[in-house]
């Protein structure tokens, strides 16, 4: 037949009636709905898994009001309201209960104090002691509220020993922390003073706001009116909510991730057109403080030790056991504190960990694939892991040993490890758009199996965005993660909570960095299969300075606490 000649059927006109042209229909209907019926029956009988919260219609719709007329409702975060509820719950955060106009209103570290009560002589391993702490203002006065935010630990710094106490928060200006004695030997205990309540009042304000604090660059690259290329720099930022938070006279480029929902917008450059954005960069913060704020907050009035019971705790040895013999795995709880150290090693409350040699490593991690992602402090894990495995080698991606994305690979032992950031926004160093992933994303993109180890943190880079924002990022996170455990069970998943940092200021502090890690291990506690790595009292309790990248030797442990999940024994 050839090319060109045209086929024509012709097709008679149905004699059937039109009772029996429905008749097809109407079978397939209901044999469809026999099968769906048989699936959802068959399904019950499986083992029950997390189920991800179905946000009611828009029109029955709960909406957060922000001190920015903007409106955030449940649904844009992508979870219910009762969930809504629960997170607010467990965030909640006392306030001063007048207005303060003065500085010596506020809690004083000078005047505040800690006891502890009925002090003995002597303590046996495993007892505990009870701090109280009082809070005064400047003028001594007894505070009447509370909201203040401390952190205490008992330490002693020829041991290298330290253990994490929660503070108890009692709303009258009282508070109390029950201390573990761990070790044998002598204790002392340390409460600082990180923020007055009268600090934390203008942190809640300007963080449930969506004014702009953080600040970013994108660079768009390409052929200009005369054909020459040409390269222009603009601002970008973040649009949440309906108006969304910053707003530019010529704007703007938007560019919304559609399986995410996020939305990033720059400002229009003024000769090229917006798919010619190629590069983002960090740019300034911007303090939204008044005058007085910055004088509540000021470095004398943060992160001070506060003065109290200095005297020696001596601790006995004790013929009961001071530790667990648990196998390290998903669907353990975290109780306080998790663990302690003793001569720089931390020796864990929540399962059995073990230290591991460099040929250990190689063998707990042979023939694996190891998923690091999030931010820098998950970079220095694959950094460390690259110094104390020598067989490890760095494939060259041409990028940024800062930015990534990274991937070091061992060949005898079929060892692949990959690090890269989340996904905007980030406060990073010039790099390509193209490489940003949201995290979501690059989990949906994992295959999954008993060969490979997803680990992520997000906490560092969102501290200067509204709370609403860091719901939905994590939302979507989860969804993935229930996603990807659903198609492959035996994947192991762990997330590594933000720890405490240098930064003591209004654009990120350890206030904020605390209220993120309730977020998330909130949201993920019902997630079967998932690891939640408690790293916070890890480096709150250390004898090494704080700093949102901790010491060497708190990294390593840390990545004894990571590979004891992974080879548990």
Same mark, same amino acid.
């Given at each position: 037949?050839?090319?060109?000649?045209r086929?024509?059927m012709?097709?008679?006109?149905?004699?059937?009636?039109?009772?029996?042209?429905?008749?097809?229909p109407?079978?397939?209907?209901v044999l469809?709905?026999?099968?769906t019926?048989?699936?959802i029956?068959l399904?019950?009988?499986?083992?029950?898994?997390f189920?991800? +919260?179905?946000?009611r219609?828009?029109?029955?719709?709960?909406?957060?009001?922000t001190n920015?007329?903007?409106?955030?409702s449940?649904?844009?975060m992508?979870?219910?309201?009762?969930e809504?509820? $629960?997170l607010?719950?467990?965030i909640?955060w006392?306030?001063p209960?007048?207005e303060?106009?003065?500085?010596?209103q506020?809690?004083s570290?000078?005047?505040?104090?800690?006891?502890?009560?009925?002090?003995n002589?002597?303590?046996?391993?495993?007892e505990?002691?009870?701090?109280i702490i009082?809070?005064?203002?400047? !003028?001594?006065?007894?505070k009447?509220?509370?909201?203040?935010?401390?952190q205490a630990?008992?330490?002693?710094?020829?041991?290298?020993?330290?253990?994490?106490g929660?503070?108890?928060?009692?709303?009258?200006?009282?508070?109390t922390?029950?201390l573990?004695?761990?070790w044998?030997?002598?204790a002392?205990?340390s409460v600082r003073l990180?923020?007055?309540?009268?600090?934390i009042?203008?942190?809640?304000?300007?963080?449930?706001?969506?004014?702009? $604090?953080?600040?970013?660059?994108?660079y768009?690259?390409?052929?200009?009116?005369?054909g020459?290329?040409?390269?222009?720099?603009?601002?970008c930022?973040?649009k949440?909510?309906?108006?969304?938070?910053?707003i530019k006279?010529?704007?703007c480029?938007?560019y919304k991730?559609?399986?995410?929902?996020?939305?990033?917008?720059?400002?229009r450059?003024?000769?090229?057109?917006?798919?010619?954005?190629?590069y983002?960069?960090?740019?300034?913060?911007?303090?939204?403080?008044?005058?007085?704020?910055k004088?509540?907050?000021?470095?004398?009035?943060?992160?001070?030790r506060?003065?109290?019971?200095?005297?020696?705790?001596?601790?006995?040895?004790?013929?009961?056991?001071?530790g667990?013999?648990?196998r390290?795995?998903?669907?353990?709880?975290?109780?306080?504190?998790?663990?302690?150290?003793f001569?720089?090693v931390?020796?864990?409350?929540v399962?059995?960990?073990?230290s591991?040699s460099? +040929?250990?490593?190689?063998?707990?991690?042979?023939n694996k694939?190891i998923?690091?992602?999030g931010d820098?402090?998950?970079?220095?894990?694959f950094?460390f892991?690259?110094r104390?495995?020598?067989?490890?080698?760095t494939?060259?991606?041409?990028?940024s040993?800062l930015?990534g994305?990274?991937?070091?690979?061992e060949l005898? !032992?079929?060892?692949i490890?990959?690090?890269r +950031? =989340?996904g905007?926004p980030?406060?990073f160093?010039?790099?390509?758009?193209?490489d940003?992933?949201?995290?979501?994303?690059? *989990?949906?993109?994992?295959?999954?199996g +008993?060969?490979v180890?997803?680990v992520?943190? *997000?906490?560092? =880079?969102?501290?200067?965005?509204p709370?609403?924002f860091?719901?939905?990022?994590?939302a979507?996170? $989860?969804?993935?993660?229930?996603?990807l455990?659903?198609r492959?069970?035996?994947?192991?998943?762990?997330?590594?909570?933000?720890?405490t940092?240098?930064?003591?200021n209004?654009?990120?502090?350890?206030?904020h960095r605390m209220?993120?890690?309730?977020?998330?291990?909130?949201?993920? $506690?019902?997630?079967?299969?998932v690891?939640?790595?408690?790293?916070?009292q890890m480096t709150?309790?250390h004898?090494?300075?704080?700093?949102?990248?901790?010491?060497?030797?708190i990294?390593?442990?840390?990545i004894?606490m990571l590979?004891?999940y992974?080879?548990?024994?």
């Open positions: 037949m050839g090319q060109g000649n086929i024509t012709k097709v008679p006109h149905s004699t059937i009636s039109s009772v029996h042209r429905y008749k097809v109407v079978i397939c209907i469809i709905f026999l099968l019926t048989v699936w029956f399904d019950r009988g499986q083992k029950q898994k189920q991800l +919260p179905m946000p219609p828009h029109s029955q719709t709960k909406h957060i009001q920015a007329s903007s409106t955030i449940v649904l844009d992508g979870i219910s309201e009762e809504w509820d $629960r607010q719950k467990a909640d006392p306030s209960d007048q303060i106009t003065q500085l010596e506020s809690t570290p000078v005047h505040t104090t800690f006891t502890i009560v009925g002090l002589e002597t303590y046996k391993v495993g505990k002691i009870r701090v009082t809070a005064r203002d400047h !003028n001594k006065n007894l009447s509220y509370g909201g203040d935010f401390f630990k008992l330490f002693n710094l020829n041991l290298k020993a330290g253990v994490y929660k503070v108890v928060d009692h709303r009258n200006g009282t508070y922390v029950d573990l004695l761990p044998e030997g002598q002392q205990v990180v923020h007055s309540s009268e600090v009042k203008f942190t809640k304000k300007y963080w449930e706001s969506s004014i702009a $604090r953080s600040h970013y660059y994108g768009f690259e390409g052929p200009g009116p005369d020459v290329m040409i390269s222009e720099k603009v601002e930022n973040l949440w909510g309906p108006d969304g938070s910053w006279g010529n704007c480029c938007e991730d559609v399986k995410t929902g996020t939305v990033w917008q720059c400002e450059p003024k000769n090229l057109t917006c798919d010619y954005w190629v983002h960069e960090r740019g300034p913060m911007t303090s939204p403080l008044t005058p007085f704020e004088q509540l907050i000021s470095g004398k009035l943060t992160n001070v506060i003065p109290g019971e200095t005297q020696i705790i001596n601790i006995l040895p004790s013929t009961a056991g001071n667990t013999t648990e390290c795995r998903s669907g353990l709880t975290t109780p306080v504190p998790a663990g302690f150290y001569k720089d931390w020796k864990s409350f399962c059995n960990t073990q591991f460099s +040929p250990e490593m190689t063998n707990c991690l042979k694939m998923y690091l992602m820098s402090t998950t970079r220095q894990w950094e892991l690259k104390k495995m020598p067989g490890l080698t494939i060259n991606l041409h990028v040993p930015n994305p990274l991937m070091a690979v005898k !032992n079929n060892i490890i990959h690090w +950031p =989340h905007l980030l406060q160093r010039k790099m390509p758009a193209a940003l992933h949201y995290l979501s994303n690059e *989990i949906d993109s994992i295959t999954g +008993p060969h180890v997803v992520f943190t *997000i906490f560092a =880079h969102l501290v200067v965005h709370i609403t860091y719901v939905h990022k994590v979507r996170i $989860r969804q993935a993660v229930v996603a455990l659903k492959a069970p035996k994947t192991t998943v762990i997330i590594k909570s933000g720890n940092g240098h930064a003591k209004e654009l990120g502090n350890d206030w209220q993120l890690n309730t977020v998330l291990r909130e949201m993920f $506690r019902d997630v079967k299969g690891v939640y790595f408690d790293v916070w709150s309790c004898y090494a300075p704080e700093n949102i990248h901790p010491a060497g030797v990294v390593s442990n840390e004894d590979l004891s992974i080879c548990p024994s």
